[in-house]
């Protein structure tokens, strides 16, 4: 199993450029996460999606999008990206609320720098 | 005040000392304790899981919870250059749908051989 991955692993945008993250994961997990990570901020959830078709806004979601069309996928999307979105971005997946441990699994990261 | 606080670091020891990592947090409905553990240009893996208050031992690492005091700990035993990473704390209320995880902000380990 390759867990979870993620696409692109490195992008370098001009301000107001869009673009679309992808993460996949072959665990058939029910839940996903997209999440920030900056220098002092620690992790930060943007959104998140529960089941196929599902998503809800996390702690910083202003300026993304999300689509959970497969089960297996999650994208994020940047409409008009911006110097503030620099950032490292992780998709983290989650069996389901069965699981007690509410263990997340977490992709390699894709390091983004808007100009 | 932060929901979660972690101690900033970085933090340097030499091979073999006991590392002691720690968070605090302010939050009394937060059961679900984790330590997280991430590489450099990685992301990270779960190192250790506690539910509620108590000690969980594996291997050289234990995990010990306060929730009397909101703090939670990570006890590295004999410390190993392998262990250098950041450690990130997190916690949940609950593990449903909705469950989310706080993270504290991680603090950056250096073991010296």
């Known amino acids: 199993n390759a867990g979870v991955t993620q696409t692109p692993k490195f992008r370098v945008l001009k301000t107001g450029q869009s673009m679309t993250l992808l993460c996949a994961q072959d665990?058939?997990?029910?839940?996903m996460y997209w999440y920030r990570q900056d220098p002092g901020m620690g992790l930060r959830l943007i959104h998140y999606?529960?089941?196929?078709?599902?998503?809800a806004k996390g702690e910083v979601p202003d300026g993304y999008n999300v689509s959970r069309l497969k089960k297996q996928n999650f994208l994020l999307g940047l409409e008009s990206a911006a110097p503030s979105q620099t950032s490292v971005y992780f998709c983290?997946?989650?069996?389901?609320?069965?699981?007690?441990?509410?263990?997340?699994?977490f992709g390699p990261g894709t390091r983004l720098t808007v100009t | 005040q932060k929901e979660v606080e972690q101690d900033p670091g970085p933090l340097s020891v030499p091979e073999g000392a006991i590392v002691s990592l720690n968070c605090t947090y302010s939050?009394?409905?937060?059961?679900?304790f984790m330590w997280y553990r991430q590489y450099s240009r990685k992301g990270p893996e779960l190192l250790m899981y506690t539910y509620s208050s108590g000690n969980k031992e594996d291997g050289r690492f234990t995990a010990q919870v306060d929730k009397s005091s909101k703090y939670i700990s990570l006890f590295i035993r004999d410390s190993q250059p392998s262990d250098s990473a950041t450690y990130l704390c997190?916690?949940?209320?609950?593990?449903?749908?909705?469950?989310?995880?706080?993270f504290g902000k991680g603090i950056t380990l250096s073991v010296r051989p």
């Open positions: 983290a997946s989650r069996r389901d609320s069965r699981v007690p441990r509410g263990e997340q699994y």
């Open positions: 939050n009394s409905a937060f059961q679900y």
């Open positions: 997190a916690m949940s209320h609950y593990t449903g749908a909705n469950s989310k995880l706080t």
């Open positions: 999606s529960v089941g196929e078709g599902t998503t």
């Open positions: 665990m058939n997990h029910e839940y």
